[in-house]
């Protein structure tokens, strides 16, 4: 699991590529699509949250989105949060 907030870029692979891999339960809040510049061979993603940032190649199934993902100033989800037993 990783919280990335207001960055570029949310995940950047550009050489090497990654094989047998899972992305899973991830989220991306203001950030910039994620940049993916190798092959990537049987990779699953799913459970991921996308919060005012675009998915792009890495949406996947179980995939929370909107605009706010309600998390306190330690990046905790609050109650009520969309993203609160989704993965």
């Given amino acids: 699991h990783n919280t990335v907030v207001e960055t570029g870029e949310f995940m950047r692979n550009e050489l090497g590529g990654i094989t047998n891999g899972v992305i899973r339960n991830n989220l991306s809040f203001n950030a910039a699509a ?4 190798d092959t990537w061979v049987n990779v699953t ?7 005012n940032a675009p998915a792009g190649t890495l949406a996947g199934s179980g995939d929370v989105t909107g605009a706010d993902p309600q998390l306190d100033s330690n990046f905790r989800p609050v ?3 969309p993203v609160i037993d989704r993965g």
């Fill in 79 to 81: 109650m009520g949060s």
């Fill in 45 to 51: 993603t799913s459970n991921n949250g996308w919060f």
């Fill in 34 to 37: 994620p940049r993916i510049r």
